[in-house]
Each structure stands twice: as structure tokens, then as C-alpha cells.
């Protein structure tokens, strides 16, 4: 499989199926590999398109240290190393701030970008106040009860144990993705870009909240919001039925959207 040149360091992606580009982007304890259940139900329609952040899975992990404002560089690689220029990006958790700054980095290269469980590092007062309250809440739990509902945990332990595993390839850690965050992108900066953002949401999602997710997609106007019943905040990993027919479908209205436009 091909790798990325990101301003010097080697990126891992791997490219599956045909038709109109999703890309993936993980989060903290997340790689490329974390998407299988997406690359098998959506290969046939769509070219899917996986890839590791620098310090995560197979990509380059030999620097002392790693800085998340490189993240979307890594991105901006793959697009450029495919030659997308359609692409829909589609973040997970913190992996959407990257996503997100890639595509404003590259509206040319990226349609519209999907904020899963995540507001995307957007700069506005109002939403960092609501997600660091729901953050407050967040802590208080085991982080595995932050990622996966406690029935699924029970009734799927093999696959829980396999979710907790999946984070033991990757050198990065969770601290060197925090300052993604820092000087992240104004409502008006998004607007402008036309990217097309859409906001998607699990219910039961014990990280960010559905009335914060809400909240930041009544304040951008032209946004998409998708809240799926019942999923937590890895809903790529526990419901990924629900997640892939959503991930589908805005694929599908975003492209007929530019179309139309």
C-alpha cells in the first residue's frame, strides 16, 4: 500500500473500491485499520480512502515528539498523493479538527467535511464554553464508558477488547493531539470556504453532547446535522450500521447539493 510524502514524513493511506472519494480521519486512539467495518460496506459505492496520522498506525513515529497543527498537512498529503478533488473528509472525535483545517486548507481538493462527535476546533465563544461543560462530565467517567455504551461493553466483549487493542500500534498519544484545538477556524472562515460541513452525533454520546452538537449547527447556517438514535460516542465502532448508512447518505446529499449549486 502507498505512502505520503507530508512535508517529509512518510504518511500510510490505503485507497479501496470506486465512485465519488470519503476520506477517513481517526482520532486519538484510532489508525487506519479502525475502519474496517466502513471500507467493507461502502467500498462498493464509494472510493474509500484510509489513512495514519503521523505517530499512528503505519505512518512515520520516529520524531521525538509530535505536534497536532501537522496533522492536516498529513491529510492535504493523501489528497495530493490521489489527486481528489471531491473528496468528503470524515473525522472522528479530535481526527475532525484535522479534517476540518484540511479542507479549508484545500476546498479545491475537498467537497465537505463531516464533524464526527466533534465541533471541529470551530472558534466561537458560546461553543467552546458548552463543549468544555460537557467535557467537565466526560472526565468523570472510565474512558471506556466515554467511547462505548456499558451494554455493548457486556454484550460484545470480544469486540471491546479488540477497540481497547486497537490503540497499542500507535506512538502518538492523545496530549500531542490537544493543541489541533489551538487558533482553530471562525463560523465566517467556514462559510466562506463553501466546504460544506456536516455535524454527525451519537444520542447516547457521553463526550459531546447532541444539544451542543446542535447548537453549533444552528450557528452555521447551511450546515448538516445527523443524530443517530441510541450511538455513542465510537459509533463508527459499535453501531456501524447506523454510522455507514449515515456516512452514505451525506456523501449522496452533499454531492447533489454542489451539483445543484
Do not use: C
Not at 16 to 40: M, N, T, Y
Not at 54 to 81: I, N, T
Not at 182 to 204: C, W
Not at 208 to 216: D, F, I, N
Amino acid at each position: 500500500m502507498p505512502y505520503a510524502d507530508s512535508d517529509g514524513t512518510s504518511i500510510y493511506y490505503e485507497r479501496h473500491g470506486s465512485g465519488p472519494a470519503i476520506l477517513f480521519v481517526h482520532g486519538s486512539g484510532g489508525h487506519h485499520a479502525a475502519w474496517w467495518q466502513q471500507v467493507a460496506a461502502l467500498r462498493d459505492e464509494f472510493t474509500v480512502v484510509t489513512v495514519d496520522l503521523r505517530g499512528f498506525g503505519k505512518s512515520d513515529s520516529s520524531m521525538s515528539e509530535f505536534d497536532g497543527q501537522d496533522f492536516p498537512g498529513d491529510v492535504v498529503a493523501v489528497l495530493e498523493a490521489e489527486d481528489l478533488t471531491d473528496a468528503m473528509l470524515v473525522g472522528q472525535s479530535i481526527g475532525s479538527v484535522a479534517a476540518l483545517r484540511a479542507g479549508l486548507l484545500h476546498p479545491d481538493r475537498v467537497s465537505s467535511v463531516v464533524l464526527g462527535h466533534s465541533l471541529g476546533g470551530i472558534s466561537h465563544p458560546e461553543l467552546k464554553e458548552l463543549a468544555a461543560a460537557d467535557r467537565a462530565e466526560a472526565v468523570k467517567l472510565p474512558v471506556i464508558d466515554r467511547l462505548l455504551t456499558k451494554e455493548f461493553q457486556t454484550g460484545r466483549a470480544d469486540l471491546t477488547f479488540l477497540f481497547q487493542q486497537m490503540g497499542t500500534f500507535n506512538v502518538a498519544r492523545m496530549q500531542d493531539l490537544r493543541n489541533l484545538d489551538t487558533n482553530g477556524p471562525s463560523l465566517d472562515e467556514i462559510r466562506s470556504s463553501r466546504v460544506k460541513v456536516a455535524f454527525l452525533a451519537g444520542e447516547k454520546d457521553a463526550v459531546l453532547s447532541v444539544k451542543t452538537v446542535t447548537r453549533a449547527h444552528e450557528l452555521l447556517p447551511g450546515s448538516h446535522l445527523e443524530i443517530v438514535p441510541g450511538a455513542p460516542h465510537s459509533m463508527y465502532w459499535e453501531t456501524p450500521e447506523a454510522y455507514n448508512a449515515a456516512v452514505a447518505r451525506l456523501r449522496r446529499t452533499l454531492t447533489a447539493t454542489k451539483e445543484a449549486a
